[in-house]
């Protein structure tokens, strides 16, 4: 349809069809709207459908990391890990589009490229790389926290002769590596799932690595059929205690085959040095785990990642490589936690070299490999594990038009503005799903997802019957917001001077150092959420 043209205006516009797109489109229509979902895939899944690289998995329980929303669903799915891989996760997806036909109101292969709100008609026109113009009276930012991969700019790296992947983005079809000799650079969680699967295949595989992480094992495992049975009997307990906790998961399943849910209790800083070195030696990196001050002190934290650097030297047989792999110089927890499966025993093998980039950083990318100033180093294919502009850059990707055709992207400049995440001043009707400034990327996403639509759903319902046409967040309500969101965050290892996360947009050149999501915890923030419904959605300019 050309700009302009006359189609039938929407009630919603939702952009995305991963699990926020997905659940959106549903609770939507279940409210007799009419409602379509536009994604730039070939299908559902989101998250799942691009990132197909090997070891790609959940690091949410199972049973967790899904859908509430419809009790058969919950009862006739059955998951086969503790911690489900990315195809399994895949499939649960294109099985809910399936049960609930959502592909109908769904165009794929559809990039959103402008959005503008129009004050005269109060409707937002949604213009797609095709050109076409959509307008709806909401628009539903459904484009993911992880959707924009990352890939750093390199001298030379258009040179490389051989294929080039990025985990974010991953073929369809899979990758071969049998028998061919294989770069990756990166060692966030991409990395950390994928390397010990790459090195098994591949004939070599050469690590650059800039800086090392903390990363705990998985102990994932087959999921009893009994468990499984217990956990689909006990889900509205489960349900409840994931909305009401910190980060909407009860750990439901780690006790099961995987690692127990160990509550930290004690204080490392009331230990010896010999009882700490003891306990690594019984129980190597899950020793940390009892530990609260870890996560609140500095100095406690430095002596967990003192026996962290322990067990490293312990697994590691060379002693040259575990120093390399020995994280230094910023806390533990600072960052996005990271397990693992088998990822350190990976460096003891004959065909993985480790190149610590600390010693020597990458000068260009050439027709061969790398070149770095260690040397050069040769290889068929490279593969970039080196994450996302995470939160807002899927947001930024868009030509997003407010009030006054003020872009979003100006708006932000200076880091992400929010009134709980969920709206910007100056963008009525337009909602961001699990946006900066709500728990998000620190939770469980399916429960946040879940919450946020729930919210969204009940405000266009409570528009409706009350005649307003539009909603917005107010100026000082977004200001207080902003404040509450670093109040909570100040003092914790997430906003340590040292650490360098993408939660602080410190993986990419140029973005302001801003922590993005709410860590008050999922259970609070709900709380506020549907307090300020209840108080007439107090922060919020409603106009008939
Ligand atoms: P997404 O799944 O990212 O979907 C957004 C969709 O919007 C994408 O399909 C994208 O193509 C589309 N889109 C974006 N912009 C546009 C546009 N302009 N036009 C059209 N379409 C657009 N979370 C957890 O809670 N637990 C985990 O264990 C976990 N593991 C993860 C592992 C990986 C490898 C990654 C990358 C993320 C992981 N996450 C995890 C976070 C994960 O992103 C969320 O759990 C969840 O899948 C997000 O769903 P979503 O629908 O909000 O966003
Ligand atoms: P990431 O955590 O941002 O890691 C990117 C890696 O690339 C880092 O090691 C980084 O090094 C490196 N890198 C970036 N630019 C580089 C450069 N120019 N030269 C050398 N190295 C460079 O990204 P990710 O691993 O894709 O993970 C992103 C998030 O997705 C995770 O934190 C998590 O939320 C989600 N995820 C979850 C799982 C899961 O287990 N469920 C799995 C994958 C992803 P520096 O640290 O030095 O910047």
Redesign the pocket.
């Given at each position: 349809m050309a700009e302009g043209s006359s189609e039938n205006t929407l009630d919603v516009v939702i952009?995305?069809?991963?699990?926020?797109?997905m659940y959106a489109l549903h609770s939507f229509r279940g409210m007799g709207l009419q409602a379509k979902v536009?994604?730039?895939?070939n299908d559902v899944g989101?998250?799942?459908?691009?990132?197909r690289y090997p070891g790609?998995r959940?690091?949410?329980p199972s049973v967790e990391?899904s859908y509430s929303f419809d009790k058969d669903l919950e009862q006739e799915w059955n998951w086969t890990e503790i911690m489900a891989a990315q195809p399994e996760i895949l499939e649960y997806a294109g099985h809910v589009a399936d049960r609930f036909d959502l592909r109908k109101d769904m165009q794929f292969q559809?990039?959103?490229t402008r959005t503008i709100f129009d004050e005269s008609s109060n409707l937002w026109q949604v213009v797609t790389d095709a050109g076409k113009t959509l307008r709806a009276r909401f628009c539903v930012m459904?484009?993911?926290?992880?959707?924009v991969p990352n890939t750093p700019t390199i001298a030379g790296q258009d040179s490389f002769a051989g294929a080039v992947y990025h985990t974010?983005n991953w073929p369809e079809a899979g990758v071969d590596f049998s028998g061919l000799k294989v770069g990756i650079i990166g060692t966030g969680?991409?990395g950390i799932q994928s390397i010990p699967v790459i090195a098994e295949q591949a004939a070599h595989l050469t690590v650059f690595q800039r800086t090392p992480n903390y990363t705990m094992p998985a102990a994932n495992a087959p999921l009893k059929p009994e468990f499984l049975q217990q956990a689909k009997e006990n889900y509205p307990n489960i349900r409840a205690e994931q909305r009401a906790s910190q980060v909407g998961i009860v750990g439901y399943g780690f006790g099961f085959g995987g690692a127990e849910n160990v509550e930290p209790t004690e204080e490392i800083r009331n230990t010896t040095e010999e009882e700490r070195q003891r306990l690594v030696e019984e129980e190597g990196f899950l020793a940390i785990r009892r530990y609260a001050d870890v996560s609140v002190d500095e100095a406690a934290n430095e002596l967990a990642c003192d026996m962290y650097r322990t067990q490293v030297g312990r697994v590691i047989q060379d002693p040259e490589t575990a120093d390399a792999l020995m994280p230094r110089d910023y806390p533990m927890g600072c960052k996005r936690p990271v397990i693992d499966t088998n990822y350190y025993e990976t460096f003891n093998r004959a065909n993985v070299t480790l190149v610590d980039l600390r010693k020597g950083g990458i000068d260009r990318i050439t027709a061969q490999g790398v070149s770095t100033a260690q040397g050069e180093h040769a290889f068929d294919v490279l593969v970039y594990a080196t994450g996302?502009d995470a939160m807002t850059g899927?947001l930024g990707?868009?030509d997003i038009r407010g009030r006054q055709d003020v872009a979003l992207t100006d708006y932000w400049e200076a880091g992400p503005r929010t009134y709980l995440g969920l709206q910007v001043a100056g963008f009525p009707n337009l909602f961001t799903?699990?946006g900066p400034g709500s728990p998000s990327?620190l939770?469980?996403?399916?429960v946040s997802?879940e919450q946020h639509i729930d919210w969204i759903a009940q405000c266009i319902a409570d528009l409706d019957q009350r005649g307003a046409k539009t909603i917005e967040a107010t100026s000082a309500a977004e200001d207080a917001w902003i404040a509450h969101v670093n109040e909570v965050a100040e003092n914790t290892m997430f906003t340590a001077q040292s650490c360098n996360s993408w939660y602080l947009g410190a993986n990419i050149p140029g973005k302001p150092r801003i922590f993005m999501p709410y860590v008050g915890g999922v259970g609070v923030y709900r709380e506020k959420c549907d307090e300020v419904a209840k108080n007439d959605y107090k922060g919020f300019l409603l106009q008939a």
């Open positions: 952009v995305g069809a991963g699990f926020a797109g536009l994604e730039a895939g989101g998250t799942w459908y691009w990132n790609a959940c690091d949410v990391y559809t990039r959103v459904a484009t993911g926290c992880l959707s974010g969680s991409s996302f899927a990707k868009i799903v699990t990327v939770s469980n996403m399916i997802i």
